[in-house]
């Protein structure tokens, strides 16, 4: 039964994920597609860490992927706010 959710996860992140990068592609301006590089940093990489705690349990694999997620979603408003600032400062 693991394994069934495990599997169901991990196509959930990877569906989310495509749709992600799908919407970068075809956004025509840059702020535009920073809304989807916004959302392939949370709800996909949520899903992944799920399927990696349902398999790995709070091992020392979970926790690495626990860390990995928790740091990149710590970190990643600041690089997008950045990115953001920067775009503005070139288009003007």
């Not at 693991?2 to 990877?14: H, M, P, S, Y």
């Not at 590089?37 to 949370?42: D, I, L, Q, S, Y």
């Not at 398999?55 to 979603?73: D, K, P, T, W, Y």
Request: proline letters at 3%; a negative charge.
């Amino acid at each position: 039964m693991t394994n069934v959710v495990v599997d169901v996860l991990l196509v959930l992140g990877v569906t989310l994920e495509l749709a992600c990068v799908i919407g970068v592609v075809v956004m025509p301006t840059t702020f535009d597609r920073l809304h989807y590089v916004g959302a392939a940093a949370t709800v996909p990489a949520f899903l992944v860490v799920a399927a990696v705690l349902c398999r790995e349990h709070l091992s020392g694999g979970g926790l690495q992927a626990i860390a990995a997620v928790g740091l990149m979603f710590f970190l990643f408003p600041v690089l997008l706010t950045a990115t953001a600032r920067a775009i503005r400062r070139v288009d003007e």
